[in-house]
């Protein structure tokens, strides 16, 4: 479920006629307009789905206009970069406020599916604690109760002067709930004034992405919006990589529409713009394939981190069949790139079988290691040289797709305390010396292109003029030529719901 901010859900209850106290939206890091509602007003950060915004200093009442760029800067402080922007309202001389809300009904074994108008005296914070107050309407969603029925139902302490236009407030918010397919619909408060009139002060929506008309959307959905509300569980993982790993581009996006039935679902690693150019060129044209999934790790990403990301890649729930290509230029070594693509393979309790399609340095060991290891994953691979379109590799889509999601046992973690501990980029290398009891240097060793690690009279020691630069080389060296002496753990982020 997606929430929808006070400063868009008004848009929407204005298109509807629903009187909302005048406000001024202003963008992040834009300036104060040159005109302001009079004082005071209160400024109120917009955040989507966010709650006690008060208790957090993202709500602020300003008596001067002067403080206005102070309390500004103050709350994008406090939003901590979280916010769309921050909503300048008026203030009002309320005499009383009320509550109301738009709710789905899913109804029982006794009771169709519909709304509920949920309607309380009582408004303002804690409403929740006060239900003994609220009056329940429940309506059919193709048959919504007229002006003249929620006056009737409305409890006789709403002051008969002020009934019709809270009746016709609340009609409105009816038809917002409708016309939108929002999920939930809430104002609190609703502020009654001196003169009878009524306004919604505060409110918020909900709603489902996949239910949002096509000419709604720039209603619902900010463009670029790097709000983590948007983002879905496993993006909020890919982030957490990125955070802890800053270095190179590490890009991936879920596709929110539902696939069409009987579409293959492909997960995708499309390393840079060409490749993922190359594959909208293939698949723009053939609905009987479901891209489930953008993604991007090329631009200097190590193998540790394409590695984690291909990890999350290969855990969508539903996906067939993985595709990575690059456009063929890459500069990013192709042979760590394959590394990383056998270690999420086979670590990775849900692996896909897999259409890859190296490109760029060193792009033939990389075809060359999994003519090695196919044979031993527990998913078919098969590998491209680069001058194949990817037109070639989506015919063989269906041929190697799974009918039915595969699950495995991962590897058991690896044992004992880590030789050592990589900083950047983030990695525990795990060395077993019963496993080489020999003087010369164990092939994992020999393997490390920048001499990062050392033997020295028949121990493992670390050059400090070197560096690690996660590229996998001396487990996979360890694991095909040696006695597996060598180990990397490559922790990923908590599960994020
Ligand atoms: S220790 Fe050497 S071979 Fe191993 S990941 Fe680091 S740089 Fe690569």
């Known amino acids: 479920m997606s929430a929808l901010p006070e400063y868009r859900t008004r848009v929407i209850l204005e298109g509807e006629g629903v009187p909302v106290v005048q406000g001024i939206f202003l963008e992040t890091g834009s300036a104060p307009?040159?005109?302001?509602?009079?004082?005071?007003?209160?400024?109120?950060?917009?955040?989507?789905?966010?709650t006690s915004r008060?208790?957090?200093g993202l709500v602020r009442r300003v008596d001067s206009i002067d403080d206005i760029p102070i309390e500004l800067k103050a709350i994008e402080q406090a939003a901590d970069g979280a916010m769309e922007g921050i909503l300048i309202a008026s203030g009002l001389d309320i005499?009383?406020?009320?509550?109301?809300?738009c709710t789905l009904d899913f109804g029982s074994e006794e009771r169709l599916p519909g709304g509920v108008l949920v309607f309380s005296a009582e408004g303002g914070?804690?409403?929740e604690e006060r239900s003994g107050s609220l009056v329940s309407i429940p309506f059919l969603l193709i048959a919504p109760p007229s002006p003249g029925d929620i006056m009737d139902a409305l409890p006789s302490s709403v002051p008969e002067a002020s009934a019709e236009s809270l009746a016709s407030l609340l009609h409105g918010?009816?038809?917002?709930?409708?016309?939108?397919r929002l999920t939930v619909l809430e104002a609190n408060p609703v502020g009654l004034l001196a003169d009878g009139s009524v306004t919604v002060v505060d409110c918020r929506a909900e709603f489902e992405k996949s239910a949002v008309r096509k000419g709604d959307r720039d209603l619902f959905i900010t463009p670029g919006s790097k709000g983590s509300a948007d983002l879905t569980p496993l993006e909020r993982k890919v982030a957490a990589i990125n955070a802890a790993d800053p270095s190179g581009t590490g890009f991936f996006r879920q596709n929110r529409e539902v696939p069409p039935a009987g579409a293959l679902r492909v997960a995708t690693n499309l390393c840079g713009g060409g490749g993922k150019m190359l594959w909208e060129m293939t698949t723009g044209y053939r609905p009987s394939i479901f891209t489930m999934n953008e993604s991007d790790t090329s631009g200097g990403l190590s193998a540790f981190k394409s590695c984690r990301i291909l990890k999350v890649i290969l855990s969508q729930e539903g996906a067939q069949v993985l595709i990575l290509t690059g456009s063929g230029m890459a500069f990013q070594n192709q042979h760590h790139l394959a590394a990383a693509v056998w270690k999420a393979l086979r670590e990775s309790p849900t692996p896909l079988p897999c259409l890859l399609r190296?490109?760029?340095?060193?792009?033939?060991?990389?075809?060359?290691?999994?003519?090695?290891?196919?044979?031993?994953?527990?998913?078919?691979?098969?590998?491209?040289p680069a001058e194949i379109f990817p037109n070639a590799m989506a015919?063989?889509?269906?041929?190697?797709?799974?009918?039915?999601?595969?699950?495995?046992?991962?590897?058991?973690?690896?044992?004992?305390?880590?030789?050592?501990?990589?900083?950047?980029?983030?990695?525990?290398?795990?060395?077993?010396?019963?496993?080489?009891?020999?003087?010369?240097?164990?092939p994992s060793v020999t393997a490390c292109p920048t001499g990062f690690l050392k033997w020295e009279?028949?121990?493992?020691?670390?050059?400090?003029?070197?560096?690690?630069?996660?590229?996998?080389?001396?487990?996979?060296?360890?694991?095909?030529?040696?006695?597996?002496?060598?180990?990397?753990?490559?922790?990923?982020?908590e599960e994020v719901d």
Do not use: H
């Open 54 to 56: 008060k208790a957090q």
């Open 95 to 101: 005499i009383k406020e009320y509550y109301a809300a």
């Open 457 to 493: 009279d028949g121990t493992l020691s670390v050059d400090t003029e070197a560096r690690c630069i996660g590229c996998l080389m001396c487990e996979c060296a360890a694991l095909l030529d040696g006695n597996s002496e060598i180990r990397i753990e490559l922790d990923m982020p």
């Open 125 to 127: 914070s804690g409403v």
């Open 173 to 180: 918010m009816i038809g917002t709930f409708l016309k939108y």
């Open 358 to 384: 190296f490109g760029g340095t060193d792009e033939n060991r990389a075809r060359e290691l999994f003519e090695r290891v196919s044979g031993s994953l527990p998913v078919q691979v098969r590998t491209y």
């Open 33 to 50: 307009p040159d005109a302001l509602p009079g004082t005071p007003v209160y400024l109120k950060a917009q955040i989507p789905g966010a």
């Open 395 to 442: 015919d063989d889509l269906e041929v190697i797709a799974l009918s039915e999601a595969l699950s495995v046992d991962p590897p058991p973690p690896a044992q004992g305390e880590p030789f050592l501990t990589v900083e950047v980029p983030p990695g525990r290398i795990f060395f077993y010396p019963e496993l080489w009891p020999f003087e010369e240097s164990p």
